[in-house]
């Protein structure tokens, strides 16, 4: 789905030289001041809005006029916000912090290429930093069986949150414990039971959003874990999503459950925090209640 998007942002510079008495073809103009019918325009391809006193990146294109083609795109901001333009591809990406809220401007110059000759155009974008609105996160849809107290989500499942332009831009970040166990089920299990609890061959990774609404900048990881079996996680874009492909047994040569940990973060806040298992791929069962079957 479009959530599973990973950030592509870039920068292609493009510098003009010269020393002495260098032939140039006698129609040529170079480093003069573009007309504004060939200028072009400057346009944010990221979201406007930037959280306050966090680093963060917002990438810049130039739309082109007719018959024309853009280059060298140099980024500034003023000196407070500690703006420094980065390497990327596809758009120039400046990397900046805001120390306050409010309104500011990124200013930007780059080289047009006409039929003729060269010629220099700028512009500016503003972007606007405040806390936003935080975000909510809503869990995936719930499978309930007659009966059975437990909460079972369906694979992959995907933790959603509105975007709107004001939402909290804060970069995210979700970590992710994992384990097999490959303990035989004791005979007459009820299953376990509050706190679950990883063992120390539990093993982790972390997955990073630089927006959380944002799908140029999402996150994706890949796990590989073992006999073939996979793990992949999506942060950014609106949602995170989570997705098992493989199984795993014992040493008996029985089923062994699959336990999850998830964790995320935005800032200071923790969104979400949830300990599931699961026996087969299709499904997991969020481990906070008695009787769990696959975490003993």
């Known amino acids: 789905m479009d959530r599973r998007r990973v950030l592509v942002l870039a920068f292609c510079a493009f510098g003009l030289t010269g020393a002495g008495l260098v032939a140039r073809p006698s129609e040529a103009t170079v480093n003069a001041t573009c007309p504004a019918s060939v200028a072009g325009t400057l346009k944010n ?48 990406v400046l990397r900046l912090a805001a120390p306050r809220a409010g309104s500011f401007a990124v200013q930007a110059s780059w080289t047009v290429r006409l039929s003729d000759g060269t010629c220099t155009a700028s512009g500016s974008a503003t972007l606007i930093a405040a806390a936003g609105t935080p975000v909510t996160v809503k869990p995936p849809p719930t499978r309930r069986f007659p009966g059975v107290k437990t909460v079972q989500y369906d694979t992959p499942m995907v933790w959603t949150w509105a975007c709107t332009a004001d939402t909290d831009a804060t970069p995210m970040a979700a970590t992710v414990r994992w384990e097999v166990d490959h303990r035989q089920l004791p005979l007459f299990s009820k299953g376990g039971k509050p706190p679950f609890k990883f063992t120390k061959r539990a093993k982790s990774f972390v997955v990073r959003a630089g927006d959380s609404c944002d799908a140029r900048q999402v996150g994706v990881v890949r796990k590989t874990l073992a006999k073939g079996s996979t ?10 999503q989570v997705n098992l492909r493989g199984g795993f047994r014992n040493p008996n040569g029985n089923k062994a459950p699959f336990h999850l940990g998830l964790t995320l973060k935005q800032g200071s806040r923790t969104l979400l925090d949830r300990k599931l298992c699961a026996w087969y791929q299709s499904s997991f069962v969020v481990a906070d209640r008695a009787g769990i079957s696959c975490w003993w």
């Not at 391809?45 to 966090?54: L, Q």
């Not at 917002?58 to 500690?82: H, M, N």
């Not at 793990?231 to 995170?240: A, C, W």
């Open 231 to 240: 793990l992949l996680i999506g942060l950014g874009s609106g949602g995170l």
């Open 45 to 92: 391809v990221s979201r406007s809005i930037v959280p306050i006193g966090v680093t963060v990146i917002r990438g810049f294109t130039v739309d082109p006029a007719v018959d024309t083609t853009v280059s060298g795109i140099q980024l500034s901001a003023p000196p407070e916000y500690k703006a420094q333009q980065v390497s990327g591809n596809q758009a120039a």
